[in-house]
């Protein structure tokens, strides 16, 4: 079958036409550097017409980009080939015909982790579309992660139910996972090798075609579909698993009294042949698209393709305990604020919080999965009344999210960081003290980003994430 696949490609020659479906924060970087590649012609960006984002549509086809935390060169980069006519966004999906190759970048999260079911019904939804109007001889490449065996499985299903065609005789089908973070999106898909796992030779191969060219340092590692696809659960897996490593030394060196950050520098200076030591930072809790479920799509993928395990897996596995561990976090946080409102004289009752922090990750405004949501979900139903800043969200469903620090500072009992934005990092004793109004407002720091010591001088009572050496400071009066 490969072979006739190879006459077909050859016959349409080199990929000129990408169309990229979902514009977020893996399909817009994606479609802006194919079509800033001389080896393409142009790009098309599919994205739903939704009362929930299909305004994405007119801001991309002006060169505005509706991510707005700090993507260095994103914008710039946007409008150069939204000027220069190689790409455009549609909610046309009929355009997909005209295009040689299709990349689909669709959230894929689960509907309820304790029986590990993924929810993959806007992915199918992209994919009935992208096969609906597919045409012989293109390349399909899904980035999204996914459980282990979706691409030979599920995908490959919809796709020749819809398009009447087969992968691997009329069509190309890969899995190429995405590997960005937010706030370094496009120097990731430059710079990252790029994992390349087709259902056969002639699929991997075209898929290297596509991806090669946006590449500057990273590299082409082929393999197959559903390799790639436990590749990526799995770097995404052992991220979180060394997160949670490092809340449990955190957690550990609270009860201590020890600084957490102190013994992550010592260990850390372990260097030498062999020796792999490096300790990540702890934090308030985990959040955003993919960690927070990463780990149960490789857990999936072992049930699925596996049959009956016996070893310990799911919530018993080394993977699903780290998951615990950071979802505990968001928890501890609300511990450290009632034990600092004790401290103070003061019950969560009625008394008013700043949340600092709603977006997941610094400097950002992905909101997805913030572990800032339990806490404050917690805080309410202890009475406590919370007001939301955040710089860069500009809204959340049912939160009222702040632009006002002072405004939110005014009046606060306890002032709680949950995001490092750089906003935070200059926050001024004395003049978060004055907005208080407190004579000892309580400070409490998910992200190390405050220099406990001239909180503590100016009367604050202090509480940190892995700060045991600071946490039962003695109160300046």
């Given at each position: 079958m490969s072979g006739r696949l190879q006459s077909i490609v050859n016959a349409r020659g080199p990929i000129k036409k990408i169309g990229v479906v979902g514009m977020g924060y893996v399909g817009i970087p994606a479609a802006v550097l194919f079509a800033d590649a001389p080896e393409f012609e142009s790009v098309v960006g599919f994205q739903r017409d939704s009362p929930s984002s299909g305004y994405k549509v007119a801001m991309l086809n002006r060169g505005e980009s509706p991510l707005k935390g700090e993507e260095p060169g994103l914008e710039e980069l946007l409008s150069r080939v939204v000027g220069a006519g190689k790409f455009r966004c549609t909610s046309d999906f009929a355009a997909i015909a005209e295009c040689d190759a299709v990349t689909l970048s669709i959230q894929t999260p689960f509907k309820d982790p304790k029986d590990l079911i993924p929810d993959f019904s806007a992915l199918t939804?992209?994919?009935?579309?992208?096969?609906?109007?597919?045409?012989?001889?293109?390349?399909?490449?899904?980035?999204?992660?996914?459980?282990?065996?979706?691409?030979?499985?599920?995908?490959?299903?919809?796709?020749?139910?819809?398009?009447?065609?087969?992968?691997?005789?009329?069509?190309?089908?890969?899995?190429?996972?995405?590997?960005?973070?937010?706030g370094r999106l496009l120097r990731n898909i430059r710079e990252h090798d790029r994992i390349v796992g087709g259902i056969d030779d002639v699929s991997t191969r075209r898929a290297a075609e596509l991806y090669r060219p946006v590449l500057t340092t990273g590299t082409i590692i082929p393999m197959t579909a559903t390799a790639a696809e436990v590749t990526k659960t799995a770097e995404n897996a052992f991220r979180d698993l060394q997160i949670a490593a490092a809340n449990q030394l955190a957690l550990h060196c609270e009860a201590m009294?020890?600084?957490?950050?102190?013994?992550?520098?010592?260990?850390?200076?372990?260097?030498?042949?062999?020796?792999?030591?490096?300790?990540?930072?702890?934090?308030?809790?985990?959040?955003?698209?993919?960690?927070?479920?990463?780990?149960?799509?490789?857990?999936?993928?072992?049930?699925?393709?596996?049959?009956?395990?016996?070893?310990?897996?799911?919530?018993?596995?080394?993977?699903?305990?780290?998951?615990?561990?950071?979802?505990?976090?968001?928890?501890?946080?609300?511990?450290?604020?009632?034990?600092?409102?004790?401290?103070?004289?003061?019950?969560?009752?009625?008394?008013?919080?700043?949340?600092?922090?709603?977006?997941?990750?610094?400097?950002?405004?992905?909101?997805?999965?913030?572990?800032?949501?339990?806490?404050?979900?917690?805080?309410?139903?202890?009475?406590?009344?919370?007001?939301?800043?955040?710089?860069?969200?500009?809204?959340?469903?049912?939160?009222?999210?702040?632009?006002?620090?002072?405004?939110?500072?005014?009046?606060?009992?306890?002032?709680?960081?949950?995001?490092?934005?750089?906003?935070?990092?200059?926050?001024?004793?004395?003049?978060?003290?004055?907005?208080?109004?407190?004579?000892?407002?309580?400070?409490?720091?998910?992200?190390?980003?405050?220099?406990?010591?001239?909180?503590?001088?100016?009367?604050?009572?202090?509480?940190?994430?892995?700060?045991?050496?600071?946490?039962?400071?003695?109160?300046?009066?």
């Open positions: 939804e992209g994919l009935r579309a992208v096969g609906k109007n597919l045409s012989e001889g293109t390349l399909v490449v899904l980035e999204s992660t996914v459980t282990p065996g979706t691409t030979e499985r599920m995908a490959r299903d919809v796709l020749e139910e819809e398009s009447g065609l087969v992968a691997g005789e009329d069509f190309a089908l890969a899995h190429a996972p995405e590997r960005v973070m937010v009294g020890v600084n957490v950050y102190d013994v992550r520098a010592g260990i850390d200076s372990l260097k030498g042949e062999g020796i792999t030591r490096a300790v990540l930072w702890p934090g308030a809790g985990v959040g955003g698209h993919c960690l927070t479920k990463d780990s149960w799509h490789l857990e999936r993928g072992a049930q699925v393709l596996g049959g009956d395990l016996w070893y310990p897996h799911g919530a018993g596995s080394i993977f699903g305990v780290a998951r615990a561990i950071n979802e505990f976090m968001p928890r501890h946080m609300v511990h450290l604020t009632v034990e600092g409102l004790k401290r103070a004289g003061r019950s969560p009752e009625g008394a008013k919080i700043a949340l600092l922090g709603w977006a997941f990750i610094q400097n950002s405004d992905d909101t997805r999965n913030t572990p800032a949501e339990p806490y404050l979900a917690t805080m309410k139903e202890a009475g406590a009344e919370v007001g939301v800043h955040d710089p860069f969200v500009e809204n959340y469903p049912g939160i009222e999210v702040s632009h006002d620090l002072d405004a939110t500072l005014a009046g606060a009992d306890v002032v709680t960081v949950f995001t490092a934005h750089h906003h935070y990092a200059t926050l001024d004793p004395a003049r978060v003290k004055e907005l208080s109004g407190r004579e000892h407002p309580v400070i409490v720091d998910g992200r190390n980003v405050i220099d406990p010591d001239l909180f503590i001088r100016a009367g604050f009572i202090y509480k940190g994430i892995g700060r045991g050496d600071r946490n039962s400071h003695p109160l300046t009066p």
